[in-house]
């Protein structure tokens, strides 16, 4: 297109496409019984108490999977793109200081917290990583340095640990005759919460690197 | 018309407004907060549908769906926002450039 459509085009879109919308909304049956009842009655053998992590982690295992595989693939790509921009001073006043080491212990309890009542009421893998990626960010901004030769191996296996972890318990699994991601009851609880364990880790250190917005200076091969 | 809908409704409304900004304006930030908002839409629309049930719990499995697809979100628009950075750092301005000097 060699200019820019003019308003009446765009307006004449915009209300069809809102009015194909609302209509297809507004021509759901009002009330549906949905998956909900399925789910309730198999939550016993889910491992979990949580209909919502028993859907993520168990019936839809498959779906979680590929995102936590997202998720890496943006890292990747984010490193690929990019290094890491050259840290400013200036932030770090001692206020900030102070609150951050205050503060990010609590957040890590936090984290494990919503991770254990992931499996009976609110909470799981997702909403613990965005806690541990908002303690990261704080440290960030606090103006820490990365350890040192944590931005090498060890930053990388946490990256990818949800996912490895992830598909080693899925393969695994599928020598005891079941099919892939299938966990046996009697060890799904379990299962579950080491999934959820490194899955959390791995979300906490994609969020908060993409927030550094590049692949660290130092963790080029062989450093 | 229960209240279900009025949240889904609101949903369309947000992914109209923010397709709007989408086509409309040319900084790229401007774009991906408007593929966001777009997102955020979807989820309100998803989130509310699955509130129909005849029970008091809402349906999991949509519920799941969003959780699932807000990561999806946050780990696209870091990705978006590099690449916008790399842009602005070829060219010296965050859009892209008009179609008809290529």
Known sequence: ?223 | MTVAFLYALSGVALFVLAFHALVSRRHLLHKIMSVNVMGSGVFLIIGALARRTPTADPDPVPLALVITGIVVAVAATALGIVIMLRVQAATGRPELPPADRN
């Open chain 1, 1 to 223: 297109m060699s200019r820019a459509p003019s308003r009446a085009v765009l307006w004449l879109l915009l209300l069809t496409l809102g009015g194909g919308l609302g209509w297809a909304v507004l021509s759901l049956p009002p009330v549906a019984q949905g998956l909900g009842e399925q789910v309730r009655q198999h939550l016993q053998v889910s491992g979990v108490e949580s209909p919502v992590t028993a859907v993520l982690l168990n019936f839809r295992g498959y779906d979680t999977l590929l995102e936590i595989a997202v998720l890496a693939l943006a890292t990747v790509a984010i490193w690929s793109v990019a290094t890491m921009p050259r840290r400013r001073r200036g932030l770090a006043g001692p206020v900030l200081v102070f609150f951050v080491q205050v503060l990010v212990p609590f957040m890590v309890l936090l984290a494990g917290y919503l991770l254990w009542s992931g499996s009976h009421a609110e909470g799981g893998a997702f909403q613990a990583g965005v806690v541990l990626a908002a303690a990261a960010l704080l440290v960030i901004l606090a103006g820490a340095p990365l350890p040192a030769g944590a931005g090498g191996w060890p930053l990388r296996v946490g990256l990818m640990l949800g996912l490895l972890v992830f598909l080693g318990v899925g393969v695994l699994v599928t020598t005891t005759g079941r099919n892939f991601l299938e966990l046996p009851p009697a060890w799904a609880g379990g299962l579950i919460l080491m999934i959820e364990a490194a899955a959390a880790i791995s979300i906490g250190a994609s969020l908060a690197l993409a927030f550094r917005g590049g692949r660290p200076r130092n963790a080029r091969a062989g450093s």
